[in-house]
């Protein structure tokens, strides 16, 4: 599969210096990129993983907007864009992204463990740009855990049973 990845790491490192530039990444990359994650997860899964692993997925995405809009909308007293400010349309693309890609423990643990890094990273550079490269940022953190996948541990990001191992009692 390395014939498959190496493209994909290079693609995502292009979106990290596309945000880390311009705080944008252009639409077509997130196009090839997504399409290769889902080829990528279809070659070492089954379609009905696929299918299962999206919609797991897209469903916590839809719940955690759903808070943040009800959130934001009770404390601003009205109706807020989320991304008008808060967060970035980009940001949304990576995480479908993400969706189609990881299974549903992995998805979670990149998630919470990637927003952690980034917001420390955000306190760090909160004076030069207060614009928070979120996408940027969890296109590097998937691009290191494939090149540590592949050359180190194999820690197979498409399933749950590694990380789970973790918490056998």
């Not at 007293?77 to 299974?103: P, T, W």
Request: glycine share 6%; with cysteine.
């Amino acid at each position: 599969m390395w014939w498959l990845k190496l493209p994909i790491i290079l693609l995502l490192l292009m979106m990290v210096w596309q945000d880390w530039k311009f705080r944008a990444i252009s639409v077509s990359l997130f196009l090839i990129v997504g399409a290769g994650l889902v080829l990528l997860k279809c070659q070492i899964q089954n379609l009905a993983i696929f299918w299962q692993d999206l919609q797991l997925n897209l469903g916590f995405l839809l719940l955690q907007f759903f808070l943040l809009f009800g959130y934001f909308a009770l404390k601003e007293r009205r109706f807020v864009n989320l991304f008008a400010g808060y967060f970035g349309e980009g940001d949304l693309f990576f995480l479908i992204l993400l969706a189609g890609y990881l299974s549903f423990a992995n998805f979670l643990a990149f998630y919470l463990g990637s927003l952690i890094l980034v917001v420390l990273l955000g306190f760090y550079m909160r004076k030069q740009n207060p614009k928070i490269p979120l996408a940027g940022m969890q296109a590097l953190l998937l691009a290191l855990a494939m090149v540590v996948d592949h050359l180190f541990i194999s820690v197979d990001l498409t399933e749950n049973s590694w990380l789970l191992s973790f918490y056998k009692l």
